[in-house]
């Protein structure tokens, strides 16, 4: 029986006929190259241009392929963690003319096999600004005596009297200081709205204060507008530090708090009544990353007086060595590297010292920790003072229209040599501009400048040890003088590790 049962199994397997569709179509990865991670453009003026480069063993006429942009629900100045997503293009190849409003998006380029459904995607970021939005802006005393701005783009463009050009007029008056704002408060001219947004601050020596928006240069403050209660005071600086916004004068320090959620409906940028009665103040302020707040020099009252990071203000002292006061009298105050600032006094008998003050990452309150002799030389008779702010533990100073540094540790004054530099020209401004955010660019350069008959130039070098080396990265001339140079990243944030604006030289 069972080799009968066993005959008839093979006979009914043998008469079954598979009719089944055993062709099957492969499954390929689809790969997207050649879409870089990221692209900087100016609304109205440039065009997005990407080609991607599909790898894949499917055939062409099966792909499809769409780009896909996601845009915050709020204005280009709030911020937002909702989106819309809009399909903008529906071929391989994109070229668009950007006329998006300023601000950051997503892009994503998809593709896709029609016949067995498989996609993939890449995304990529587009930075759309204008042409104020980002670079270096060069801080400059005009023929006439009065202040304006050039814009020196990453691409090389010198855009200059930007003051003049957008508002009619320089401001009155020759420089004194030009500060970044990252996300300051105001008041949106076409909406009403309470927003934030990057800002450029300017003072100059006639009083005069403005403060513009930076994507298209819209005067959102002057020296009125810019408190509840306008004080009758000597502006000297403005600065983004740790967590705000800072504005420095004889009335003392004035802080905006922009710390934790930016939400447009805080404040309407306007400053209060500085938080303390600590007043006074001077053109020498620097800082450190580690102190999260300025140190400055009032010379109303010969004190040094710390700003932490919720804006309060209060006298520096000190059980160990003596602080400066009446004596006294500041000449420069500069940052190196994220624990030190140093000060340079001169005493009514006319002897220097080099003040060092140290303060641990979030330990509390500044302290000196030294104070240096500092013999009669080139460098206490200086004109230009800076800092090198993270690799060199110098200060670069000019005397007698050369370049010098003072050796810190060593308490010797050497001088620097500058390739390319003309000899027949005045220096008007030297700096190490170190910048250092989580996005491009980032970089640590020696800047210097040179005025004559009428015009600059301005040179941007790499280092080694401090020093420049080789071929200038970034050079420009145009018509006027220089004053300070600051650099603008509308992607920046108001909490970062570059803390612009460190040091400065009188």
């Not at 530099?421 to 800047?447: C, G, K, M, Q």
């Amino acid at each position: 029986m069972k080799k009968i049962l066993i005959l008839c199994l093979a006979a009914l397997a043998a008469c079954y006929e598979d009719k089944g569709n055993y062709t099957y179509a492969p499954v390929s990865d689809i790969v997207i190259e050649n879409v870089l991670p990221n692209y900087i453009l100016v609304t109205g003026v440039d065009t997005l241009r990407v080609a991607p480069k599909i790898v894949t063993s499917y055939p062409e006429a099966d792909l499809e392929y769409w780009w896909v942009i996601a845009r915050s629900t709020g204005s280009a100045n709030v911020v937002s963690d909702k989106f819309t997503y809009d399909t903008i293009h529906r071929q391989r190849d994109i070229a668009l003319p950007i006329a998006e409003a300023p601000g950051n998006y997503t892009l994503y380029c998809h593709a896709k096999n029609r016949v067995n459904a498989y996609q993939t995607f890449v995304k990529t970021t587009l930075e759309v600004g204008t042409l104020y939005n980002r670079g270096h802006y060069i801080l400059k005393e005009t023929a006439d005596g009065n202040t304006d701005l050039d814009l020196l783009t990453e691409d090389g463009l010198l855009v200059p009297d930007v003051i003049n050009t957008t508002q009619g007029a320089p401001l009155p008056g020759a420089p004194r200081n030009l500060g970044i704002l990252y996300s300051k408060f105001l008041v949106d001219p076409d909406t009403r709205e309470k927003v934030h947004g990057h800002c450029l601050g300017v003072i100059t020596c006639d009083k005069e204060v403005a403060v513009y928006r930076a994507f298209d240069m819209y005067r959102a403050f002057d020296h009125r507008s810019l408190f509840y209660e306008e004080p009758d005071d000597i502006p000297y600086k403005f600065n983004s530090s740790a967590y705000g916004c800072d504005y420095l004068s004889s009335a003392g320090a004035y802080h905006e708090h922009v710390a934790g959620i930016l939400t447009a409906g805080s404040t309407a940028g306007k400053y209060a009544l500085p938080k303390t009665n600590v007043t006074g103040g001077s053109d020498c302020w620097a800082y450190s990353a580690n102190m999260w707040g300025p140190l400055y020099w009032d010379e109303t009252h010969h004190r040094l007086v710390y700003v932490n990071p919720n804006g309060l203000a209060y006298e520096l002292t000190s059980n160990d060595f003596p602080m400066p006061g009446p004596t006294r009298e500041c000449l420069f105050l500069g940052a190196y590297g994220l624990d030190y600032i140093y000060g340079l006094f001169r005493d009514d008998a006319g002897n220097y010292s080099l003040y060092s003050v140290y303060i641990q990452y979030m330990r509390g309150s500044p302290v000196v920790r030294d104070i240096q002799p500092v013999a009669p030389g080139r460098f206490t008779a200086a004109t230009l003072r800076a800092t090198n702010e993270r690799t060199a533990n110098i200060i670069y100073f000019v005397h007698d229209n050369k370049l010098y540094y003072y050796d810190v540790a060593n308490a010797v004054e050497r001088e620097a040599s500058v390739p390319g530099l003309p000899d027949d020209e005045v220096i008007t401004h030297v700096a190490n501009r170190h910048f250092n955010y989580d996005s491009a660019p980032a970089f640590d350069y020696f800047s210097i400048a040179t005025y004559k008959n009428g015009h600059y130039k301005l040179f941007a070098y790499n280092m080694i040890g401090g020093l420049p080396t080789g071929a200038p990265v970034i050079s420009a001339s145009g018509v006027g003088r220089v004053k300070e140079v600051k650099y603008l990243a509308p992607n920046a944030a108001y909490m970062n590790n570059f803390f612009p604006g460190r040091n400065y030289s009188r």
